[in-house]
């Protein structure tokens, strides 16, 4: 299995809205990474988890709030959102999150905020 | 800090023409380099990476890229362009230091016609 799995694929959500995104891999990876992609650029790494640790949080907003809570799961947790955080949201994931490594990637989660 | 520089938004070939996706990095230390596809609503798939050793590099689906210190470029390339190669392209670069934090290029499209 070298699949990265993300629910849902499509979400709509007004400002007010609290939900949540979920990523999850049975590769036996131990680092675990969230990107956001506007549409025509490039992705931008938000977060990334190591051995379940947050490793990396390139300065992401509060409204984002991420959570691992194992090797296999990751969650983003989404709370007051703006309409310019209308995005595709990817999960990826790597054996243990060296730069050498391969990042296999879910096919994101298309977001849309009301 | 390192860079990516996608020259060319668009390209545009002839199915079995030559296909090249150019590259050109910026790093104040030896960089990983990677070259990244995507296709409509899916997430990015590994062609191929260079890390050490041998500077021609061969990847999936028939594409190689060669990395080149003096020129610091990793031009991507396949001798006959299929309707399937499609997609958007992504340039990327890494540390060898730390944890992998990608910084994608603005990403070329691959526009293949019969």
């Known amino acids: 299995d070298t699949e990265v799995t993300q629910t849902p694929k499509h979400l709509v959500m007004g400002m007010t809205n609290k939900k949540s995104l979920k990523c999850e891999q049975h590769m036996g990876h131990r680092a675990m990474y969230w990107y956001k992609q506007k549409a025509k650029k490039p992705p931008e790494l938000m977060f990334v988890y190591s051995y379940e640790k947050l490793s990396i949080n390139e300065s992401v907003p509060s409204r984002f709030s991420p959570e691992c809570p194992n090797s296999s799961l990751l969650n983003l947790h989404l709370h007051a959102l703006q309409p310019e955080d209308s995005a595709l949201y990817l999960c990826a994931s790597s054996q243990t999150g060296t730069g050498v490594e391969k990042l296999f990637f879910g096919s994101g989660t298309q977001l849309s905020v009301l | 800090a390192q860079s990516v520089t996608q020259l060319g938004s668009h390209v545009s070939v002839s199915e079995g023409a030559l296909v090249l996706l150019r590259c050109n990095y910026s790093?104040?230390?030896?960089?990983?380099l990677f070259w990244y596809v995507q296709y409509p609503n899916q997430g990015l798939q590994l062609l191929l990476k260079?890390?050490?050793?041998?500077?021609l590099v061969k990847g999936i689906n028939g594409f190689e890229a060669e990395f080149k210190k003096s020129e610091t470029s990793f031009h991507l390339t396949k001798p006959s362009a299929h309707m399937s190669d499609a997609a958007e392209y992504f340039c990327a670069v890494t540390l060898n230091t730390g944890f992998q934090k990608l910084v994608f290029g603005t990403g070329t499209r691959l526009l293949v016609s019969p």
């Open positions: 260079y890390t050490t050793g041998a500077t």
């Open positions: 790093s104040s230390v030896p960089p990983y």
